[in-house]
């Protein structure tokens, strides 16, 4: 007698992505854009506060700051393109919402919030994402996150202020 069974490991190949828990395809490119988004965002407050940076050494970290963030927005752009999609020119909300807060380290607190934020959604989308290229620069892009508010916690010390 042979044993048949109702979902023999051959026939994995044959699942969607969903079944397997990856996100489908309309999911990533929404997710992506939702990313790039927010890297516009931060790219932009990055830029527009090195301006008005006291010191050169803010500046300096201001400017390199934002063009990590110009680097994540190309990569997810890419990779939107490559799933089908358009990537998004919009800026998120949270460029208005940094910039309303005058005093810069109020504003750079808040902006270590905004990172947070992202790694929080990078670790939840790495989950889901089954493209090893595409896993591998949302990692890349989560190390350089946790980098960066590392960075920025140093410049300010550990009572840095609350926005």
Known sequence: MTAEFSSPACSLGRLEDAELGYAPLQELQQRLNVLLE???AGARV???SAHGADGAALGELLRSLQADEAQWCAMLAGHIRACGGTPSSRV????EKAMAVAELP???ALLNRGQGWVVRKLRELLLRVRDESLRADLQRMLDSHEANIARVTVFYG???PAP
């Open 106 to 108: 109020a504003r750079m």
């Open 46 to 48: 990055c830029h527009d």
């Open 92 to 95: 998120g909300d949270f460029y």
């Open 38 to 40: 927010a890297e516009l």
């Open 158 to 160: 550990p009572s840095q």
